[in-house]
């Protein structure tokens, strides 16, 4: 079966840096995505990692290795509204996105 | 600005009675998506089509159809819901050119059945 793993909830402080870890294994991988979902929201575009390694995108980076079926989300110097729950979703052999539930960062001052 | 609109943002029905949700988009993207997602819960695919062609999930019940009519609208109709059927629906459309299937989402229509 097709599985996403990444852990259901997170807390961090504002200010600070946190790592959000996705596992996934999938009948093929055509790449990996993570999206930021405000409660009540719809899903909004992250990143996109296709090869091994590191993109950078101002405060946020995605980390991928391909070998070992995992990735990060990386979230540097913490705002309130970074407060959201940060998808991790992995494009399979057919093209699908696959899901995983999410992990919710709580940020405290 | 090129967007997914969905309508209404806030759906109340009663148990059993049909509706249906509207999505449209301005992005000319070939496929176009319907997820249910409930609190705390990845998003679940219920349909998507390519174009014209139609692709319902293996776990889709029958009590949730959909029609593309032109390429620009989707709509989803629930014949008959029930309280399980509360949720948020998703609408999201992606360019479906296999390079690159970056899934735009439209704002979501909250379900509640009373």
């Known amino acids: 079966g097709q599985n996403i793993d990444q852990p259901t909830e997170m807390t961090a402080t504002e200010g600070a840096i946190v790592q959000i870890n996705c596992t996934y294994q999938?009948?093929?991988?055509?790449?990996l995505f993570w999206y930021q979902q405000h409660a009540g929201e719809a899903p909004t575009f992250l990143s996109y990692n296709v090869l091994d390694g590191l993109e950078e995108k101002g405060r946020f980076s995605s980390f991928l290795s391909r070998s070992k079926g995992y990735s990060y989300l990386l979230l540097k110097e913490l705002q309130m509204k970074d407060s959201a729950s940060y998808l991790c979703a992995v494009l399979d052999s057919n093209y699908q996105l696959i899901w995983g539930a999410g992990t919710k960062l709580i940020i405290k001052p | 600005d090129a967007m997914v609109i969905q309508n209404p943002r806030y759906q109340v029905t009663q148990f059993g009675k049909p509706v249906t949700l509207s999505c449209s988009q301005t992005?000319?993207?070939?496929?176009m998506y319907w997820y249910q997602q409930k609190s705390s819960q990845a998003p679940k695919l219920l349909f998507h089509?390519?174009?014209?062609?139609?692709?319902n999930e293996a776990d889709t019940p029958d009590n949730f159809q959909s029609r593309r009519p032109n390429t620009s609208f989707c709509f989803l109709d629930i014949r008959s819901p029930g309280l399980g059927d509360a949720a948020m629906y998703l609408c999201?459309?992606?360019?479906?050119?296999?390079?690159?299937?970056?899934?735009?989402f439209g704002p979501g229509t909250r379900l509640t059945v009373l």
């Open positions: 999938t009948s093929g991988f055509n790449g």
């Open positions: 089509y390519y174009d014209k062609d139609f692709n």
């Open positions: 999201a459309t992606s360019r479906g050119d296999n390079s690159y299937n970056e899934q735009f």
């Open positions: 992005l000319n993207h070939n496929v």
